[in-house]
């Protein structure tokens, strides 16, 4: 069942680096990150790797194959020709720590923009009753598991460091989408602010996000699609614009 | 690497060990007693070995049927743990866990709802009444995300009053923790290093929480991540703090068996619990056959009942796929060593039969997708092959019950997986998350009271002098084995020799491997730099797993008898003497003791909870005729 297959693997940390070709057994059924586990284990002792679950749930062993955003663990060796040379590299939009390892915390910085779930100032506990068809719409966003997937392929900042300032990405727009929906949130204009803060206007719907998500979150279609018509909606309707100068009625957007 | 070695020096009242559920419910509470708090993780935040959990979070909420309540749950515990349970445990984790579930819902969770609009809950091996919380089968990830965001909540409320977003609480994530420090017998702070760069880290503090989880990879087929190294129950012992009865391991009866790269990643018990049957490949509805006495009154005994249960619950008995997990575990190992297993070694577990595609899409999202991505198989149309996987350790550090403190460690708390006592001999699947919940919060709480009442100690510049040279040891050896090689040797003695049925040969015969082990790992070499090195962070692991091991293996063999997760194949029933007794494993510099200790007696008003006739099952006639304390 066994056999060997060739792997292209980046080795290298924020100052050098280079590809390093590797031979390594395969047996049937495995996921990249067995091999690269294999490899590890047998020839480079101190190859460096993130993961945790190796089940698709945890987002932590995120890399590029081929060129391809993807989780290793939840990418089967057997997608591959027989003959391929797989080539596995660190995620391109953040900085290098070592080999496939790099430093996220850009995601972690975003994650402290987003103003937090704020619920109803006299909620008690046990008492919130929502219908299941209105928590779906923010569960779906729940389901992320900060894979970042979506952030190293959005060409908004893949390429693009200068951007990364003032563009939150994908996940953020998700979670703020999420947070817009949730039916206890009360805080307002969470679309204005993603618009005016968080770079929403920067994503021009190209869809490589939803394209790459583990989790099948439908990312532009259900988060950034909605939020940009409603507050292109407002901003450009004249007499809702009117309407929100006059009756002070910015807090629907 | 340069001979100099840098060190950070930190400073907080609380240092919590451990970003999953325990640790982070443990934070969130000692900052609202507003200390300062320090949360360390080996992963980056967000990914604790929590986001696994599926199923559910058990709380008697009475929200699907209104007969539930705290005194049902304490019962179903107790029942599930054989009657091990620190009864004072279950009680406080019966009582809080509705709370700690409301509590959830206003930082933001978004659980799944009855037609009411309240809090659906699902029904679970081993629980009378639906009780499980529950998002779809993703409920772990619900968990740990909605306290990460209450943690950056927290952040953005200390950066508005004072002016630093980590002023009160500051995550550290990637850090390796390799020991506890203590001065004059109290707590001082903990050290370890930076995975990224093999910095070293001190952080002094009056108070340690361990938050860190299981000891799944000490074991080759587990369900745990790589993170579950028993790190927290080592320093523990090696702190002089005490571990209680680590011979109890859960093996959860469902994990993955092909391919073979997925072995034991957990198959949830939801499948079960939505209505998956268990068959044997002659097709053969087998768990009817292993229904133990104890619980012959709760389960049905034929396939028409089972069947009838899903409809009407009042009027059934349960299905037997549904009695808690050890029972299934080793009914299903009988059964593949029977001959009667699947092709790959395990048994068939199928869903497709009684729910539509649909619905098993929306209830068991997850593991359609594990399934098809991982092995090809369409659990809407065919059954999956499953079998034991090593899931949850019992055994943990003795606390004490209401402040979550390390018995005989001034300064040092424990909760979640790495607690000992409160599951028994066996734990019921849901009663992780709320363990994690109503403990940590309790850790939290009687960290910070201890802080309140306590004077800091400095540490020496012997500890920390101490502690800078083990870790710099693993690179100043030369030909010494590889440590990716002795794990595995570590893992094939554990599942052989300590597995799922045990025996007192085998039980010595591991105990001599694990000192052998022991004596080599003191020449483990690494290679490479300090630079974010796996092999290097595998050193410290494992001599953490090598403890656990010891001390489950020496727990195993005195304990005579079978019992929830410890089965003895030559001792196979219960005996009621060993039921009044905790096996104590504690840490003398060389080698793990265990002794005995009695387990402390239920007082009269919960021992009166129970059907005098079932407590007969379980305890002696002495005990029987006293009636609690």
Redesign the interface.
Not at chain 1, 27 to 31: I, P
């Given at each position: 069942m066994a056999k060997n297959i060739k792997l292209r693997i980046w080795r290298g940390?924020a100052n050098t680096g280079k590809l390093e070709d590797v031979s390594v057994e395969a047996?049937?059924?495995?996921?990249v990150l067995?091999v690269i586990h294999r490899v590890?284990?047998?020839q480079m002792?101190?190859?460096?790797?993130?993961?945790?679950?190796?089940?698709?749930?945890?987002?932590?062993c995120s890399m590029e194959i081929n060129g391809k955003p993807r989780l290793a663990c939840?990418t089967?060796v057997a997608n591959f020709k027989e003959d391929e040379t797989i080539t596995i590299t660190p995620l391109r939009a953040f900085p290098v720590?070592?080999?496939l390892?790099t430093d996220?915390s850009f995601n972690?910085k975003k994650?402290?923009e987003v103003?937090?779930?704020t619920?109803p100032a006299d909620?008690k506990?046990?008492q919130?009753?929502?219908?299941?068809i209105d928590?779906e719409r923010?569960?779906e966003f729940?389901?992320?598991?900060?894979c970042f997937l979506c952030q190293d392929t959005c060409h908004v900042i893949r390429d693009h460091e200068e951007n990364k300032k003032s563009f939150a990405g994908p996940r953020f727009f998700i979670r703020i989408a999420e947070?817009d929906m949730?039916p206890?949130?009360m805080l307002k204009n969470r679309k204005k602010k993603a618009q005016e803060e968080h770079g929403l206007g920067m994503c021009n719907i190209t869809k490589c996000c939803t394209e790459v998500c583990p989790e099948h979150i439908r990312i532009t279609d259900n988060a950034i699609i909605p939020m940009k018509e409603r507050v292109v909606d407002i901003k450009y309707d004249p007499v809702r614009w009117l309407g929100s100068k006059i009756r002070k009625r910015e807090g629907i957007l | 690497m340069s001979e100099k070695i840098q060190m950070e020096r930190h400073n907080f009242d609380v240092v919590v060990i451990g970003a999953g559920g325990a640790g982070l419910r443990a934070a969130v509470e000692a900052r609202s007693a507003g200390l300062r708090v320090a949360i360390i993780c080996k992963s980056l935040f967000g990914k604790a070995h929590t986001v696994m959990a599926e199923g559910g979070v058990a709380a008697s909420m009475g929200n699907v049927n209104e007969n539930d309540g705290w005194k049902v749950h304490f019962r179903d515990t107790m029942r599930g743990g054989k009657f091990l349970n620190h009864y004072r445990m279950a009680e406080l984790h019966a009582k809080e866990s509705p709370d700690r579930v409301w509590e959830l819902e206003l930082w933001g969770a978004l659980f799944d709802r009855t037609k009411e609009g309240k809090i659906s809950q699902r029904n679970f091996g081993g629980h009378e009444y639906p009780r499980l919380a529950h998002v779809g089968d993703r409920t772990g990830l619900e968990l740990i995300r909605t306290m990460q965001q209450k943690i950056v909540a927290m952040q953005q409320a200390d950066k508005k009053e004072h002016g630093d977003a980590e002023s009160y609480i500051k995550v550290f994530a990637e850090v390796t923790i390799t020991e506890v420090l203590k001065e004059n017998g109290k707590v001082s702070g903990v050290y370890g290093y930076k995975r990224e760069n093999g910095v070293e880290v001190l952080f002094e503090a009056q108070a340690v929480i361990l938050a860190t989880g299981g000891v799944g990879k000490t074991f080759k087929i587990t369900s745990n991540s790589w993170e579950g190294t028993g790190d927290g129950h080592a320093l523990a012992l090696k702190a002089g703090g005490n571990l209680v009865d680590m011979e109890f391991l859960q093996f959860h009866p469902t994990g993955m068996v092909w391919p073979p790269s997925v072995r034991g990643i957990l198959v949830t018990e939801s499948v079960r619990g939505e209505g998956g049957v268990l068959t044997n490949n002659k097709g053969e509805r087998f768990m009817f056959k292993y229904i133990p006495d104890v619980f012959k009154d709760k389960y049905a005994d034929n396939e028409a009942e089972a069947d009838r249960w899903y409809l009407d619950q009042d009027n059934n008995r349960r299905p037997p796929e549904l009695l808690p997990r050890d029972e299934v575990a080793r009914a299903i190992n009988t059964e593949v060593k029977a001959g009667r297993g699947s092709e790959h070694g395990g048994v068939f577990l199928d869903v497709s039969k009684r729910l539509t595609e649909e619905v098993i899409k929306k209830r068991l999202p997850s593991m359609w997708h594990q399934f098809y991505e991982l092995a090809g198989v369409d659990i809407t149309k065919e059954a999956m092959e499953v079998g034991p996987t090593c899931h949850y350790v019992m055994g943990g550090v003795e606390v004490d019950p209401d402040t979550a403190a390390a018995v005989g460690v001034p300064g040092l708390f424990a909760a979640g997986e790495v607690a000992g006592g409160m599951h028994g001999s066996n734990r019921l699947g849901g009663n992780s998350l709320s363990d994690l919940l109503v403990f940590g919060r309790r850790a939290g709480a009687g960290a910070a009271s201890y802080v309140k009442q306590s004077q800091p100690v400095k540490v020496s510049e012997g500890s920390i002098k101490n502690a800078a040279e083990r870790i710099a040891a693993p690179f100043k050896r030369t030909g010494g084995e590889n440590p990716y090689s002795l794990h595995q040797e570590l893992q094939e003695i554990t599942h052989n020799l300590v597995g799922i049925i045990r025996t007192k040969s085998e039980l010595n015969d591991a105990i001599s491997k694990i000192a052998d082990i022991r004596m080599r790992i003191e020449n483990v070499t690494v290679s490479g730099d300090r630079l974010f090195n796996p092999g290097f962070h595998l050193s410290f692991d494992l001599d953490n797993m090598l403890l656990v091991a010891e001390s489950t293996a020496k727990s195993a063999i005195v304990r005579e008898e079978s019992r929830g997760g410890h089965t003895r194949d030559d001792f196979p029933t219960m005996d009621p003497k060993w039921r009044t007794l905790n096996n104590i494993s504690s840490f003398n510099g060389k080698e793990v003791v265990v002794k005995q200790q009695g387990l402390p007696s239920m007082p009269k008003e919960l021992f009166d909870l129970f059907d005098v006739h079932e407590l007969e099952k379980y305890m002696s006639s002495d005990e029987m005729a006293k009636g609690g304390r």
């Open positions: 940390d047996n049937e059924g495995e996921v067995d590890q284990a047998t002792g101190d190859l460096a790797v993130r993961w945790n679950c190796k089940a698709g749930k945890c987002g932590s939840m089967q720590i070592k080999d390892v996220v972690y994650a402290m103003e937090s779930f619920p909620l506990p046990g919130a009753r929502m219908q299941q928590v923010s569960q729940r389901k992320c598991i900060e947070l949730h206890l949130d | -």
